[in-house]
């Protein structure tokens, strides 16, 4: 290993890198981040009854995404939102290196693998922006460290201490909660001894049945739900089911399959447990959280419950529990493991950098939107019309898709699409006040999304704005604003 003083400082510089990735830019192209923004304001407003909008929405406590949104509304009272969003996901992401590093020593795994804690944070999670998910990833780790200790030694405490822990992580994410449960409860049967084993499972057996009630509870009450059976998609239907094989891997650094330039760097890092000399571990237990993420990779749906990107997002996971699996055999040469080590290291800050680059190749790319920005007036209702969600300097399908919620977030507006729609949101509409419009607003129509209702429409696309787009026997439209692949139209006089 290298020596510890240098080793420790790379390592230390390495993790303060990937943390200065959320602070580039003024707004991280993260796709959904705009969203919870909303959702932050919205939260805080309605908190403190200053919410223009609490015609429209609510508060619901009822939700799986209670942590990372509280804590964010918390620190908004003090610092700007998008702040309060950065200062959220850097201490998540410090949360997740430090519980690695930790769950790492409690399963003996060799140490000089901790760089692989590093790239997945900044991969298909914090390209979607799935910022409650990426809060609770770390929650999820300290689940497993409580799950092994707990299954070395089921006693009543622990048990009591196992059950309060999963409540709270049901709290800060469902899927994060179903993910930690699972891994902990295959640990506790493959390692418990049978006498013990009815009280080694029984905290999970409680936490079950509450998740049960928890779910039940909401298809019976609300409307979301109770609509029908939701579609389930498994993907295995694209590039005849190689897609999910072969996109997995690259979802550690990226979010789309095309993106295929940083996956060497996962396959790299990969191949280091072989370069340095380590053995896999012969038991049973310690192979648990790597074949569960393996199962999630090849068995859970793309899409189900009306929750989309299920199984991608735990591409987060894939390279921490792998390194999970190796031992230092303590026969490598030094020379090698500096060699080795140095690698990684490099590896790592090849990322960020890339990272970094596409970051402020974005900022300057949609610098175009702060115009249209301004030339709208605040407090209005607007519509996002997206015709193009892609953009050319980050790899991200739906970069754009909810882009302009951020007029709700700086001018205090509303903007449909609005997450409030969604089953899981803390902040959601009231019943009866859910807009037409929907997710997928590319095929525009005026009087199908009601579209009389908003004052403005930010339009944006990369080739012209189709001519009568907002042609309408209702009201005249004009526009307002145009800045490169960004458009501010408005809506002026209607007929009676």
Known sequence: MLPR?????????????????????????????????????????????????????????????????????????????????????????????????????????????????????????????????????????????????????PTPRRAAAMIAAGLGLLCAHGLVFLFSVAVSLCIAAVKVDRRRLVSAVAPYAVLGVVAIAFFVNARVHDPALAQGPAPINFEWDKLGGWHRILAFPDYVVTSTLHDYRLLPIVLLMAAAPFALGDRPSRELWVWVPFAVVVGL????????????????????????????????????????????????????????????????????????????????????????VVLDPTSAAWPHPWAYHTYAVWYQVDRGGFVDFNFAAMLPEMVRFRPGRTPKIEAAVQDFDWHRDDASIYRYFFVHHTAPVPVGLFDNDQCRVQLVRESSSWSLYERRECSD
Request: charged share 15%.
């Open 5 to 153: 003083g240098p080793r420790s400082f790379v390592f230390a510089a390495t993790v303060l890198f990937g943390a200065a990735l959320f602070w580039l830019v003024p707004r991280p192209p993260m796709g959904d981040l705009p969203q919870h923004a909303a959702q932050v304001v919205m939260l805080r407003e309605l908190w403190t009854g200053t919410c223009r909008w609490s015609d429209l929405v609510r508060i619901n406590y009822f939700t799986p995404y209670l942590l990372g949104f509280t804590v964010a509304a918390l620190l908004s009272f003090v610092v700007p939102v998008v702040v309060a969003l950065k200062l959220t996901l850097t201490a998540g992401y410090f949360g997740f290196v430090s519980a690695g590093v930790a769950l790492r020593k409690e399963f003996g795994a060799d140490g000089r693998l901790d760089w692989l804690l590093l790239p997945g944070y900044f991969g298909f999670a914090f390209h979607y922006g799935f910022l409650t998910f990426l809060v609770a990833a770390p929650l999820g780790l300290l689940f497993l460290l409580a799950g092994r200790r707990y299954a070395m030694a």
């Open 297 to 384: 990779w090849l068995i859970v749906p793309g899409e189900a419950a009306r929750t989309n990107y299920l199984y991608h997002r735990f591409a987060l996971f894939l390279l921490p529990t792998y390194a999970l699996l190796f031992r230092d055999a303590g026969s490598t040469p030094k020379g090698r493991t500096m060699a080795v080590e140095a690698g990684l290291a490099a590896l790592c800050w090849l990322f960020f950098g890339a990272v970094a680059l596409r970051e402020r190749r974005f900022a300057r790319e949609s610098a175009s939107f702060e115009d249209v920005l301004a030339a709208a007036e605040p407090n209005e209702r607007a519509m996002s």
